[in-house]
């Protein structure tokens, strides 16, 4: 039989080749203000200087939303004991610190053969660093899309940081984010 590995944001998109039953999930979830402030900076499509001087509630709030959705549902799933040792959870800080290390982690999970100079150069090629070098310039700063300009970034995320403690302090996000973390 055929290995699949097959990416997806469940439960926030459909799973729509497979039935969940048949996944054995790597669980990749992220700290919540660097996931959560990410995506509201990559969804505010307001004008610059808008943007700069204030919120937007309402994308906040449901970005905050989807997170604690998808955190919830897998700190649920990894929970249950009938689900014991068919997923693994990785924290995307390790991914970042430790690339070799989880990159082997995921293929000893699959059971596939480990060839750690694939693994070498996998993690060097997609390291955050080097895509940053080969595609960071002055067409990329002015795509809205994965990428953005890393001094706005910083500046959007200081003006968001007291509502979204606020609004986060209403969820469980942090104890289902602290009970993957213990786990991974």
Do not use: C
């Not at 497979?18 to 505010?44: A, M, N, T």
């Not at 706005?152 to 200081?158: T, Y």
Request: proline share 4%; glycine share 2%.
């Amino acid at each position: 039989r055929e290995k699949k590995i097959i990416f997806s944001r469940y439960p926030l998109g459909p799973i729509d080749l497979y039935k969940f039953h048949q996944i054995k999930p790597v669980i990749l979830f992220r700290e919540p203000f660097e996931e959560i402030s990410s995506v509201y900076v990559k969804y505010d499509r307001r004008p610059e200087e808008i943007r700069l001087k204030e919120i937007n509630q309402e994308l906040l709030v449901s970005k905050i939303k989807i997170y604690e959705k998808y955190i919830n549902f897998w700190a649920n799933f990894a929970s249950q004991a009938e689900n014991k040792g068919k997923f693994i959870v990785i924290n995307y800080q390790d991914l970042i610190k430790n690339s070799e290390v989880v990159l082997e982690k995921i293929l000893v999970f699959y059971d596939y053969k480990i060839n750690k100079e694939f693994v070498k150069k996998s993690a060097l090629v997609h390291s955050k660093e080097n895509t940053m070098k080969n595609l960071w310039g002055p067409k990329l700063l002015k795509k809205k899309g994965r990428f953005s300009n890393p001094e706005i970034k910083k500046e959007q995320q200081k003006l968001i940081k007291k509502n979204f403690e606020k609004i986060l302090s209403e969820t469980n996000i942090m104890k289902d984010y602290n009970y993957l973390k213990s786990i991974s």
